[in-house]
Nanobody, 114 residues
Framework: VQLQASGGGLVQAGGSLRLSCTAS????????KRWYRQRPGKQRELVAH???????TYADFVQGRFAASRDNAENVFYLQMNSLRPEDTAVYYC?????????WGQGTQVTVSS
């Protein structure tokens, strides 16, 4: 499974971005999926986890600002990020989980200016 993340960029504080994660194949469509991020000088941290049944849980720091969703018809996993803060600056990664394996995409850089 090869994942491709996109949608990062530079945005002012309070702005929004939508990240997309695409991949081909049935595994990606039915798998659990996650968004992680790695802030400068920090360890990688989980942002959101979506089950195969589409239930989503979020890290505490999200505080209702982000929403993960999936478009099964197009095989895309999204992360809508609103009310962005400078501390959200990070490389964001999408991950698919299947049969005990993790499949990582390359990251996409999100930079939030104050």
């Amino acid at each position: 499974v090869q994942l491709q993340a996109s949608g990062g960029g530079l945005v002012q504080a309070g702005g929004s971005l939508r990240l997309s994660c695409t991949a081909s194949g049935r595994i990606f469509r039915v798998s659990d999926k996650r968004w992680y991020r790695q802030r400068p000088g920090k360890q990688r941290e989980l942002v959101a986890h979506a089950t195969g049944g589409a239930a989503v849980t979020y890290a505490d720091f999200v505080q209702g600002r982000f929403a993960a969703s999936r478009d099964n018809a197009e095989n895309v996993f999204y992360l809508q990020m609103n009310s962005l803060r400078p501390e959200d600056t990070a490389v964001y990664y999408c991950v698919a989980l299947w049969a005990g394996q993790e499949y990582w995409g390359q990251g996409t850089q999100v930079t939030v200016s104050s």
